[in-house]
């Protein structure tokens, strides 16, 4: 069955309610996550972090999702790309600085994880998984236990449509749709799996076909287009808040950069195609909506960024002075705390003597 359109989804023009300051603190968060991103490129290509994977060009759909749901409330289970929305929903860029150098105070694991497995407990959003696709069982089910509680509360995950070809994403949504779940899925279709492209990963045109088979609406959108985005999220979102049921939602959104910094595109992407796609850009989009509108000029967006390449560097000094983790604490978090396991860990002899947190403790 054909994915619906927003004009059959979406029943309130959720982006009229937006007043011109929540469209001011939205242009600036994406802004803000572009230039850390592009910041996190240079260290990359100066040999001064080991891995980057970036969210350039599909900034749109993040960001709406962001705003959709309740931040500290509300349950997300991010894409690996989603920097925008992680930023939206309370983490700090010293904190994205934190993760990729590694460092002892980094939020989402003390420097455990690899760069962009966003995790920050305290606004509810969900350690990164490296498998893709396993945060789609993982969000059903808080969905589950959501729907159990009877609150007032949404869960969504984000993924590639490359993950749509796992066994968990079936799984996940089958679950969603037989118990009619407060679950939210959006597909952030670039349409290449690392270098896989689109139809040689499904005989259907999207994603959002298979709504229909798993009990639920799919509904495919321009996720490049800031407005239509959030239209369609917020519209999910809300569904899923008032009772209704789960929604599958398919960005059609363009991946700008290589899939990492571990890739050359250059293999399997003509330039030309790129070209084409940075037209589709959603940043000078919003910059040209907010510029008819009468919210933004060329003057105040070069001063935006100024103030915010101010703040990046800010962030990046303040988390290259941090510490790094200490060697002999690599293996505390892995047991539960008190565990057999946990108390064999922190009684081992180390080089440098035993484990600084057991001394701590004491």
Not at 61 to 68: D, K
Not at 80 to 92: M, S
Not at 97 to 104: E, Q
Not at 323 to 352: H, K, N, T
């Amino acid at each position: 069955m054909n994915a619906s359109s927003p004009q059959d989804f979406v029943t309130h023009d959720h982006a009229a309610d937006l007043s011109a300051e929540a469209l001011l603190r939205a242009h600036r968060l994406m802004l803000l996550a572009r230039k850390l991103d592009e910041r996190c490129w240079i260290l990359h290509r100066q040999g001064k972090i080991a891995f980057h994977i970036s969210g350039i060009g599909q900034e749109a759909c993040q960001l709406a999702a962001g705003l959709a749901l309740q931040a500290g409330s509300d349950y997300y289970f991010p894409h690996y790309r989603d920097l925008v929305t992680v930023l939206t929903l309370g983490v700090r860029p010293v904190d994205i600085f934190l993760s990729t150098y590694g460092k002892a105070t980094d939020p989402s694991s003390g420097g455990r994880q690899m760069p962009n497995h966003y995790n920050l407990a305290s606004q509810r959003i969900v350690t990164v998984s490296s498998p893709t696709a396993t945060q789609v069982p993982q969000c059903t089910g808080v969905a589950f236990a959501i729907k159990l509680r009877g609150e007032p509360l949404v869960a969504m995950c984000a993924l590639g449509e490359g993950a749509t070809s796992q066994g968990d994403w079936h799984e996940g949504l089958n679950w969603a749709g037989i118990h009619k779940l407060p679950f939210v899925c959006m597909v952030e279709n670039n349409h290449y799996a690392i270098s896989v492209p689109l139809e040689k990963q499904m005989a259907v045109a999207g994603p959002a076909e298979r709504g229909y088979a798993y009990g639920m609406p799919g509904v495919a959108f321009d996720g490049n287009d800031f407005f239509e985005s959030y239209n369609v999220v917020k519209e999910a979102v809300e569904r899923a808040r008032r009772g209704e049921g789960p929604s599958l939602i398919e960005a059609h959104t363009t991946r700008l950069t290589a899939h990492s910094s571990d890739d050359d595109d250059r293999t399997y992407r003509d330039r030309a195609e790129i070209e084409a796609q940075k037209q589709r850009d959603p940043l000078p989009r919003l910059n040209r909506a907010l510029i008819e509108r009468g919210l933004l000029d060329e003057a105040a967006l070069r001063r935006l960024e100024q103030e915010i390449l101010a703040e990046i560097d800010q962030a990046q000094a303040d988390a290259l002075a941090a510490p790094y983790p200490q060697a002999e604490e690599a293996l505390v978090g892995v047991f539960e705390a008190g565990s057999v396991g946990d108390r064999a860990v922190r009684s081992w002899s180390w080089p440098g003597g035993r484990l600084a947190s057991q001394s701590k403790e004491r």
